[in-house]
């Protein structure tokens, strides 16, 4: 085991420690956010830093970078106050990597990297089509860190497009039955191995392997 | 495909909707958090909404509800400004899982759960030894949400525990080799399977598997 402290992280070779500190933290929360500007123009753009806010009202928080590829989507957020989140299934994740590159503001995503636009009533941004657990937001709250120039973007969930069968008894969604692909790092993709679904833990009581998941497979 | 919208969203059974809007976002980034209090006393907390905010200088941010389980690890990093994150590996996840039970103040969850703690030199709060990708972080930013009780705390990186093996030649971090968990909703665990890393995505270019990863392997 080795320690690694500040002063040697701050002397590594930059790329070397952007990628070393994006990959440390763990895997990552993986959606491709659709959205669409006041000329029409449809963005799809990769976000790993996605987390769970509250589940009444259904608030959902994702990270952003305002100066760099992302500034596009926060805009387009801003100015119709809707967007989706669309997870990446394991037979497209190359594709949804490809939306990170940098097109111009009139070359959608969606046509450039093999995605296809699904719409639903009454709700201005766009779903992928491909993707089998979708999600439709209004945007809330736009905060900022005192630290860096990296804000958090927050919205409630107003439409969930999803294959019935991957819903559980007791509302689980399956995500590994969905197929869902996890990131880590900057560039590296995962599909999973469910191990189980544990019951609340309490002080003194052994944990149980919770039976509504297998009867769920 | 189904359309799930906001107003059957709000007549969902709680606990039902609860399940269903923690499991819909993504598989997330696991870590034991470790602290300590003013008499000495250690804590051992399960944190699933990890993420980046930054690469120079490193910091990392958290979710938090400080009205919950969690009360006691927030009030430990408010006091000495140190905590540790620590990955949970594929044979301790059970264990892992019981540090989410209400333990009273006098009782650590590391013993209660068998972790064993692990301390180093000018940093107060302990790492747990059986994890083998480890960050000790100084506290550095406590942001409110005006939307519900949850925040958000950002720490930067001042020590990485690891073994040396896990770390790739451009500084990357392999979580699946280190046999990292992931976990989903409130209850549900993961390993996964590496798909590949992929080159730095560019408009008109098809994006290449990274050798890089492969020659780690």
Known sequence: MRVINSSEILQMEQRFRTTFINSISGFKSLQMVGSINSEGNTNLALFSSIFHVGANPPYLGMVVRPDG??????????????????NVISNRYKEAHQTSARYSAGDSEFAACGFTEEYIDGFAAPFVKESNVKIGLEFKEYLPFLLNKTKIVIGEIKHVLIDEDLIGKDGFVDLNRADSVSSSGLD?????????????????????ELNVYREHR
Do not use: D, W
């Open 69 to 86: 590829n992302e500034h596009e989507t926060i805009q387009n957020i801003m100015f119709n106050n809707a967007y989706t989140l669309n």
């Open 188 to 208: 590296a993709y995962y599909t999973t191995n469910p191990l189980t679904r544990l019951s609340y833990a309490k002080p003194g009581k052994q944990v149980e």
